[in-house]
């Protein structure tokens, strides 16, 4: 009895402070999104059945938490923008959003956060799109396991999966973004979290950084993209653990750094990317336990880097380790696994007795004049690159690592 | 003609080199994929070696054959045999006994370490076919070597000269041709180089396969083009097949008109 009490009591209390809940479906008293919108108060949940709702220019200008059931679809018949969020406090869950408009003046999104807080953007399934996800002006935001798989052929026609600008601490989990033009793009977002994503067979970049700050990004791959992972004019970005694989092509690497102070790299594989990294006027670098395996180019030094240090990486099988375009050298190489170290170890502690020179002979050579890479893995060049190695003339003299591991380093 | 092959074949079968030969390829291989265990890696090691150590032993075997047998080749003459069947004969002989001591002696390891059940089936058989074409070519240019030389230190000084020349100096001359013309379009300049020279013909017909194919294209639309089509790979076929035609016809014409 006292049980009973209690719970009804609980009942009323919630139900008093609660908000009510409107479902919509084909055959309930609402029976389109936008109705329920604009019935619904501040606070209240929409729970959408089952079924094809054709609408688009959706205007969530109030709290209010919307709950796709079973995966309802709502298609924007290409007609244009299909959910935009105006107001703090909004969740989106477990809808199907497809046919977003096509436009070459307005960046026509699938769902639209436009100067909001606290949105939630999660288990959506994105397909036949223009821009996916925009978070414009807005903030602490999640945007959690959602999948975008758009139909991107050319740059210039088609939009980014998920596109941040002037935005800050947005949290982006567990997403799927494939065939569009950009995975995930940030522009000016400072303070984002971009964690365990898949990024891949997009039309340029898997993941783009312009001008974003103090930025994370962890546990995601990165695959078979156009031109692999760009990261620009941005501070103090923490890369941990990412996986850049399969970008292999003629413009292509696993990551390109422009103007990129005070970052950490660490944890990282890249193989199988015709350039690993592509490094350019990046100063303050820490690249520590990084694989580099398979890659044409484990690192290419544009120019311009000055104190970035490379400790306790792993260079496999690559066809070059790491290639320089002059002979200054202010970055530091320390305690990294070679695979084509070729010295001694006679006190057994591990670490090769004669120091270790990354820069081939042969990979200032093809610097300077590409078409020489026809004759890589010749005899000759072999024989120049030794030479090269017992007298340095034209890599940089003081490039060495002067520990290198003789084992696979491990952490 | 065929008999003539059969009994150099047999006489080089019967030899000690040949299985010396067999022997060192059965090594290899075994030691590349016990030690290495990956066989894409095993396959870029076995290129190094088949570029070099090939057309080596190619052009050495084939001048001390034609030396070797010299007494008996004019024992030949002697009899009613056409010159050309005698020459093409033991030409063929050597080259298939060396292609066959690198095919079995390569082929026997990866076979028992389960290549047909691995992707690299394809970049292996290529490294075996350019393999069996720079012993065709090699031997060839050996056995005209010696039919012009009847010097014998003379002629394994040219064939040694010709090993070198066409292994590391033409590379060497490619490379400050490439250089030194850089302001230049190369692109094509570097493809004829390419074509005109057997070892690096083979090189970079198993580089394509390998790792080379997108740091090519870096370079320039022609190289994408010509390297990543079929296209390319028939022209670099064709252009190893007339390197083995050429010099047999001259070991025909050659031998037709020699004054034993």
């Not at chain 1, 303070?191 to 340029?204: A, G, M, Y």
């Not at chain 1, 696994?337 to 006679?346: A, E, I, K, P, V």
């Not at chain 2, 066959?100 to 292996?124: H, K, N, R």
Request: with cysteine; glycine share 6%; aromatic share 14%.
């Amino acid at each position: 009895m006292k049980k009973l009490v209690v719970f009804m009591s609980v009942m009323l209390m919630t139900g008093a402070t609660t908000a009510q809940t409107l479902e919509v479906c084909k055959t309930c008293a609402i029976t389109s999104v936008q109705a329920a919108i604009t019935q619904a108060k501040a606070f209240d949940t929409i729970v959408v059945k089952k079924g094809t709702y054709k609408e688009h220019n959706l205007n969530f200008d109030k709290p209010l938490t919307i709950i796709g059931k079973d995966q309802p679809v709502i298609d924007g018949e290409l007609k244009g923008e299909i959910i935009t969020i105006t107001s703090d406090n909004v969740t989106i869950d477990g809808l199907m959003i497809k046919n977003v408009g096509t436009s070459y003046t307005a960046d026509y999104a699938a769902i639209r956060v436009k100067r909001s807080k606290n949105f939630t953007i999660q288990n959506v399934v994105l397909e036949k799109l223009f821009f996916g996800i925009y978070i414009e002006r807005s903030s602490d935001g999640k945007i959690l396991n959602n999948k975008i798989i758009g139909d991107a052929v050319e740059e210039y026609n088609s939009g980014n999966g998920i596109q941040l600008w002037y935005s800050k601490n947005v949290q982006i989990e567990n997403n799927i973004v494939q065939h569009v033009r950009d995975g995930i793009y940030l522009e000016f977002s400072d303070f984002c979290t971009i964690k365990n994503n898949l990024s891949s067979l997009n039309v340029r970049y898997g993941l783009h950084f312009m001008f974003s700050n103090d930025d994370v990004y962890e546990g995601n791959e990165f695959s078979n993209n156009g031109a692999g992972v760009a990261v620009m004019f941005s501070k103090r970005i923490k890369m941990y653990n990412n996986l850049f694989k399969d970008n292999w092509g003629t413009a292509s690497y696993g990551m390109l750094l422009k103007e990129i102070n005070d970052a950490e790299i660490i944890g990282n594989t890249f193989h199988d990317n015709t350039i690993g990294i592509n490094i350019e006027g990046s100063n303050r670098i820490i690249y520590k336990h990084n694989n580099f395996r398979n890659n044409g180019w484990a690192i290419k030094v544009r120019g311009a880097c000055y104190t970035n240090t490379f400790t306790e990486n792993n260079f496999l099988y690559n066809s070059f380790d790491i290639a320089y375009n002059s002979n200054v050298n202010d970055n530091t190489f320390d305690r990294n696994y070679w695979s084509s170290y070729t010295g001694y170890d006679l006190n057994k502690n591990g670490i090769g007795d004669i120091p270790y020179r990354p820069v081939k002979l042969f990979s200032y050579i093809v610097n300077r004049t590409p078409e020489t890479i026809i004759l890589l893995r010749s005899m000759f060049i072999d024989i120049i690159d030794f030479s090269e190695k017992v007298s340095p003339v034209f890599t940089p003299d003081d490039l060495l690592d002067n520990n290198p591991l003789m084992k696979k380093a491990t952490w | 003609m065929l008999k003539i092959l059969k009994y150099s074949f047999y006489d080089l079968m019967r030899s000690r080199w040949s299985y010396v030969y067999f022997a060192f390829y059965l090594l290899l291989g075994i030691v590349l994929l016990f030690l290495n265990n990956d066989l894409s890696k095993a396959v870029i090691t076995l290129m190094n070696v088949i570029i070099i150590l090939v057309p080596l032993i190619g052009t050495i075997f084939g001048v001390m054959y034609y030396y070797n047998s010299k007494e008996f080749t004019e024992l030949l003459l002697a009899q009613p045999l056409k010159r050309s069947s005698i020459f093409l004969g033991q030409y063929l002989g050597v080259a298939i006994s060396l292609s066959m001591s690198l095919i079995l002696g390569l082929g026997l390891p990866f076979v028992f370490y389960g290549l047909f059940e691995s992707s690299a089936i394809w970049d292996f058989s290529l490294l075996l076919i350019t393999g069996t074409f720079l012993t065709l070519i090699f031997t060839a240019l050996a056995f005209n070597i010696a039919l012009s030389n009847e010097n014998k230190i003379k002629g394994f000084g040219y064939a040694i000269l010709l090993w070198l020349f066409l292994a590391v100096i033409y590379d060497g001359i490619f490379l400050l041709v490439l250089i030194g013309f850089e302001e230049y379009p190369l692109d094509k300049v570097s493809l004829i180089g390419t074509m005109l020279n057997p070892i690096d013909l083979s090189r970079t017909l198993i580089l394509l396969k390998l790792d080379i194919s997108a740091l090519l294209g870096y370079t320039g639309a022609i190289f994408k083009q010509f390297f990543g089509t079929n296209y390319g790979l028939i022209v670099s076929f064709i252009a190893l097949s007339l390197w083995v035609i050429v010099p047999v016809l001259r070991i025909v014409y050659k031998s037709k008109k020699k004054d034993f």
